[in-house]
T-cell receptor, first 113, second 115 residues
């Protein structure tokens, strides 16, 4: 089954606006992480939220986690053109095989100057 | 403090040739993971290795693909007799332990194109 389904698949906003991306998953998790990937580049780790946490902040990033709904959201406030990238959520399972990340297909965010 | 290094960054092979992808983890990390990203897709786990051991290869095709992480030197992902469907970006990641709490640090990837 596909873990970490993000929506929307693509999001286009103006600089200065906030961007919200959502992620759903199917199984029990140890933690959920968000990564950014600029076009043709590697992944950059943004933030990790544990299954017993509900909200976490890092700079302009705010992540929420609702384990009862098996969903998470990533909010980027006051977006900049440099935030243009694909954003992926990835989960680590609770229990066995909790070393591997299971990724969704990502949200392509375009921030227009 | 060098991050994860991968080479080559781009690799072009003809059908039937072999592809060798190399990954040097962050210094001091002994846990390496390989992921594959098809166009317009997220990353899919392939294999997890510790020094000299394959721990989990459940995401790697049984045929033509192999991986190693020798005591000395980089981790190698080897694809024999490549086919067009192998065209993808292959990412390596490393972590200091296998703990779920550990962040995996990703390399820039190798983009394989099979003609």
């Amino acid at each position: 089954s596909q873990q970490g389904e993000e929506d929307p698949q693509a999001l286009s906003i103006q600089e200065g606006e906030n961007a919200t991306m959502n992620c759903s998953y199917k199984t029990s998790i140890n933690n959920l992480q968000w990564y950014r990937q600029n076009s043709g580049r590697g992944l950059v780790h943004l933030i990790l939220i544990r299954s017993n946490e509900r909200e976490k902040h890092s700079g302009r990033l705010r992540v929420t986690l609702d384990t009862s709904k098996k969903s998470s959201s990533l909010l980027i406030t006051a977006s900049r053109a440099a935030d243009t990238a694909s954003y992926f959520c990835a989960t680590k399972a609770s229990g066995g095989s909790n070393y591997k990340l299971t990724f969704g297909k990502g949200t392509l965010l375009t921030v227009n100057p | 403090n060098a991050g994860v290094m991968q080479n080559p960054r781009h690799l072009v092979r003809r059908r039937g040739q072999e592809a060798r992808l190399r990954c040097s983890p962050v210094k001091g990390h002994s846990h390496v993971y390989w992921y594959r990203q098809l166009p317009e897709e997220g990353l899919k786990f392939m294999v997890y290795l510790q020094k000299e051991n394959i721990i989990d290869e459940s995401g790697m095709p049984k045929e033509r693909f192999s991986a190693e992480f020798p005591k000395e030197g980089p981790s190698i992902l080897r694809i024999q007799q490549v086919v067009r469907g192998d065209s993808a970006a292959y990412f390596c990641a490393s972590s200091p332990t296998s703990s779920a709490a550990d962040t995996q640090y990703f390399g820039p990837g190798t983009r394989l194109t099979v003609l």
